[in-house]
C-alpha cells in the first residue's frame, strides 16, 4: 500500500522547528516498520531546489520549493506543484499534516486522504502582534475554513481539535482519534533532574506565556533562591515580546536564574528534559504540546495552564498542576509545591510517564494510523 504524507517535514531531523516537525519524524519512523506500507515524504519549504532526499528512516523524502507571496493567490502554485507529485507516485492514501497547505492539496488530489489538524489557526490569530502578523494570520484563518469544507476525512489529535473543528468550523466528515507521538529518545530518559530547574520549550511569543512565567518566577525565588529557568526555544519570531520579557528579567534582577537557549537540536532538548524538574508551559492557547507530550515521556511533572487541549493530556493533581491563565500566584505557588516537595514531583512524573507510554508512544501511535489507511484504502 503506498502512502503520500505531506507535511512540514526537517530537512534536518536534527533541528526541529515547531510541534509539526516534532510529531512527524516519530511517526514517520514509526511508520517505516510496517513492510506493508510504501510511504513516501513530501514536503514544501521556501529556497529549496526540489529534489529526493532520504529521511533517516530510510524514506524518499520529496522536497519541493514553495513559492514566496501564496497566500495572494491562496497558494495555489504550491498546491500544484503537490499536485503533480502526488500525481506522479499515484498512493493509495494521502495523509496531510495540518491544515493548510498540504490539507488543500491533499483534499485537491484524487485519492482517498486523511488530514491530521494540529493547531487551530483562528484562535492563534487573536495573539498576532503587529499590522502584517495579524493579516497573515487572517488570511490564514480564512484559508484554514477553505480547506475544511474540502477534506473529508479527519484525525483528531485532542478532543479539543474536534470541538474547534466540528463544532465551531462545521466539519462534517468522518473523525477518527489519534493523539501525537513523542519521540523515544524522551522515553529514555532515566532519574531525577536537578531539584531546583525549571524547563520552559516554546518559542518565545505571546501565546507561550513566558512573561508569566517569569512574575511567577519573581515570587518562586523568594522562596527557592537556587532556582533556575532555563528557556528553549527560538526567540526571532516576536522581537518586542523578547525584549518584554528581558525588560522583566532585568528589572526584577533575575538574570543569575534565567538561561535563553535558542531552538535546540533533537539531543540537545532530551538532555534538557533529563536535567529538570519541572516543564513549565503557561500558554494561553495550544492544541496539544508536544512539549507537554515529551514532559510526560521523561517522567516530569507538568505545571501548566487549564486551558483548550491541556486538561485532556494532563490530569491536574496526577500527573502535575494546572493553574487559571493570568493567576501568577497560582503558578508561583504550583512550581513552589513541587520544587519543595521531590517525592511528589518525582510521583506525578512517574504518573504521567506511564500515561505517555499509553498513549503517545511513536509505536501505538504508528499503528493506529495504518489502520486508518487500511481503511481508507479499503473504502
Known sequence: MRVVMLGQ????????????????????RGLASFKDLDLHIVTCQPRQEERTATTAAGLPLHILNRRRLGRLTLHRRDIQTMGRTIHRLAPDVVHAQGMGIYAAAAAAAPYPHVVTAHGIFFREAGFATGLLSR??????????RHCISHVHNLISISPYVEQELVQNCGFR??????????????????????DATILYAGRVIPRKGLLQLLAALVRVRQEIPS????????????????????????QQQLNGAVTFLGSLTMDAMVAEQAGCTILALPSKQETAPVAVAEAMAAGRAVVATQICGVPFMVEDGVSGLLVEDGDIAGL????????????????MGQCGRQIAQARFSADAVARRTREVYLELAGA
Not at 493579516?135 to 484554514?144: A, G, I, Q, Y
Not at 466528515?173 to 536537578?194: C, L, T, W
Request: aromatic residues 6%; contains cysteine.
Open 332 to 347: 508561583a505557588d504550583a512550581l513552589t509545591r513541587l520544587l519543595r516537595d521531590p517525592v511528589l514531583h518525582s510521583k
Open 227 to 250: 532556582v533556575q529557568l532555563r528557556v528553549a526555544g527560538e526567540t526571532d519570531s516576536a522581537p518586542d515580546y523578547v525584549g518584554a520579557c528581558q525588560r522583566l528579567i532585568e
Open 135 to 144: 493579516l497573515r494570520r487572517h488570511m490564514d484563518s480564512s484559508f484554514e
Open 9 to 28: 517535514y526537517p530537512l534536518d531531523e536534527q533541528r526541529i522547528l515547531g510541534g509539526v516537525e516534532a510529531v512527524m519524524v516519530p511517526l514517520v
Open 173 to 194: 466528515g468522518r473523525v477518527y482519534d489519534i493523539e501525537n507521538p513523542v519521540h523515544d529518545a524522551f522515553f529514555s530518559i532515566q532519574g531525577p533532574g536537578d
